[in-house]
């Protein structure tokens, strides 16, 4: 792609100058100047994705634009774009697993120039000033608004994902990518890497624990590589008994094969935390049961359906089960700059973009090894 001064396609809908020549007084909000570039999105739940032309704005003061040259593929992405979490608007582009590099900055742009290799997550705004902002843990700020599936505050209309060419995004929802990962394999971290390790850090998971991964996709297979960087017996569950040798490459100590009843009872009562990163309907109550007293249950997973709950296992052990969304800023950087130090990234298999629908049955069937990555350039 080329810079971005050569490649706008600007058009200009000023509404309010348009207001003021009819004579209405009303103010009007204006319409940033935007530009057009290639994505790819779908239409209805049932509609395959497909080559289709957006806009972004220009770049404001304060946002930086980026050329997007990876893209990962979450089943996140899938759920939005069948309207399995039912608040998908189409047309929809999905993607938030985005790294690039900057073409354009605002005149008030301090972290980055052009030329910087960044990532974007799935976050790309948020109020900044209540409490959760404040803290750095904007991904629970009310007003906090997702790279695709919320208003985007400049244009009133949906947010639009990272499945293109580039992305226009305030430089606080911006990442400073660690410059010895490879790029590709580092996209994920923007979306997998950081959703998996924020709940281990958040129990400060290390030497001595005993951790629990269950499902082995692109979340997954992070979380094993996690929680055995900080030090965990890394135990992980699975529904594909073919999966184990990758597991323990990956880092895990055991696999257990999930639909195996006598190896999960093996397990019961020894574990202080267990992610279930899992993204289809499936028993919670048996895992419940692995847990230690004051073990803890973490949702990460985000089925489409309701999970039944027995009472029984939670009250005689005093278990208890939470849940986890991504991570804010602050930490998203954290976890990148840990990935640099130790060399973590994904294991990927690169896609062209065209090659996205086939990616999509393959999630569903558990045939990933272990993220699905589009590069970019195929988009052109
Ligand atoms: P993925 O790559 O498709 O992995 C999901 C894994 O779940 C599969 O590889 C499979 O592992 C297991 N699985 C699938 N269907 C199953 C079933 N019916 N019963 C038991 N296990 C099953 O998906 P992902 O991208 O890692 O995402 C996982 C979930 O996390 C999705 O629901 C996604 O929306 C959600 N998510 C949440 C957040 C958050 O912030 N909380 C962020 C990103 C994604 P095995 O073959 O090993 O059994
Ligand atoms: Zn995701
Ligand atoms: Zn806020």
């Not at 499902?215 to 900080?230: I, N, P, S």
């Not at 969304?325 to 700059?337: A, F, N, S």
Request: charged share 20%; proline share 5%; glycine share 8%.
């Amino acid at each position: 792609m080329v810079p971005a001064s050569n490649n706008i396609n600007l058009h200009v809908e000023d509404r309010a100058k348009r207001a003021m020549l009819s004579g209405n007084a009303t103010p009007i909000m204006t319409k940033p100047i935007c530009y057009s570039t290639k994505a790819f999105s779908t239409t209805s739940p049932e509609s395959p994705l497909s080559a289709a032309v957006i806009e972004r704005r220009v770049p404001t003061a304060t946002d930086v634009q980026i050329q997007i040259i990876y893209c990962g593929v979450c089943h996140s992405d899938l759920h939005f774009a069948r309207n399995e979490w039912n608040f998908t608007q189409y047309p929809a582009v999905p993607g938030h697993e985005i790294v690039g590099r900057v073409t354009a900055i605002g005149s008030g742009v301090k972290k980055f120039k052009v030329g910087d290799t960044v990532g974007v997550g799935c976050l790309v705004d948020s109020c900044r000033t209540c409490a959760d902002c404040t803290s750095g843990l904007e991904q629970f700020c009310l007003n906090m608004v997702m790279t695709y599936g919320s208003t985007d505050k400049h244009l009133g209309s949906p947010t639009i994902g990272g499945y293109a060419q580039s992305i226009v995004v305030t430089e606080e929802f911006v990442l400073r990518m660690p410059s010895n990962l490879n790029l590709a394999a580092a996209a994920p971290l923007l979306c997998a890497g950081i959703t998996t390790y924020s709940p281990l850090r958040r129990a400060k998971v290390g030497p001595g624990h005993t951790v629990g991964i269950v499902g082995l996709g692109g979340l997954g297979h992070m979380g094993v590589k996690f929680a055995k960087a900080f030090g965990a017996h890394v135990v992980l569950f699975t529904t594909s008994p073919k999966k184990a040798a990758d597991a323990k490459r990956l880092g895990a100590d055991e696999v257990v094969v999930s639909t195996d009843e006598a190896q999960m009872t093996a397990q019961a009562g020894s574990f202080d935390l267990i992610l279930d990163a899992v993204s289809a309907t499936h028993d919670l109550n048996a895992y419940l049961n692995l847990l230690k007293r004051d073990g803890n249950l973490v949702l990460v997973g985000a089925p489409e359906k309701p999970l039944p709950l027995a009472a029984f296992p939670l009250i005689f052990r005093r278990r208890s089960i939470s849940g986890s969304l991504i991570g804010g800023l602050p930490e998203t950087q954290e976890m990148l700059d840990f990935c640099g130090k130790h060399n973590i990234t994904s294991d990927v298999e690169i896609i062209r973009m065209d090659e996205i629908n086939t990616a999509y049955e393959r999630m569903l069937k558990g045939d990933v090894k272990y993220r699905f990555v589009i590069d970019m350039a195929s988009l052109n």
